[in-house]
């Protein structure tokens, strides 16, 4: 099986930075589309940023010129710099990826889900 661990989240003030970070590990063959997502208090869950396995990312236009979305493959491991951040990017944060497999004789593609970490921005 793969899992996604996430860490970094936590409480900062307005302006401030987080880092998260995702390590996937188990059975990975390759990993193909990684991102994080995101869901507050009273609304649904919203793509934040994707990155391609050849590193092409995406933002949505909420974050895009304050967050940073960077892999690392050789660790398997997704990262969010998030910069400049604002109240309403307070939510619990999820990382995603893409998973190929190789198990039982089967080659597989499956998103895997990271468990959650929560960024709070308040003064």
């Known amino acids: 099986q793969v899992q996604l661990v996430e860490s970094g989240g936590g409480l900062v003030q307005p302006g401030g930075s987080l880092r998260l970070s995702c390590a996937a590990s188990g059975s990975i063959f390759r990993i193909n589309d990684m991102g994080w997502y995101r869901q507050a208090p009273g609304k649904e869950r919203e793509l934040v940023a994707t990155?391609?396995?050849?590193?092409?990312?995406n933002y949505a236009d909420s974050v895009k010129g304050r967050f940073t979305i960077s892999r690392d493959n050789a660790k398997n491991t997704v990262y969010l710099l998030m910069n400049n951040l604002k109240s309403e990017d307070t939510a619990v944060y999820y990382c995603n990826a893409r998973v190929i497999t190789i198990a039982y004789m089967t080659i597989s593609e499956y998103d895997y889900w990271g468990q959650g970490t929560q960024v709070t921005v308040s003064s």
């Open positions: 990155v391609t396995s050849g590193g092409s990312t």
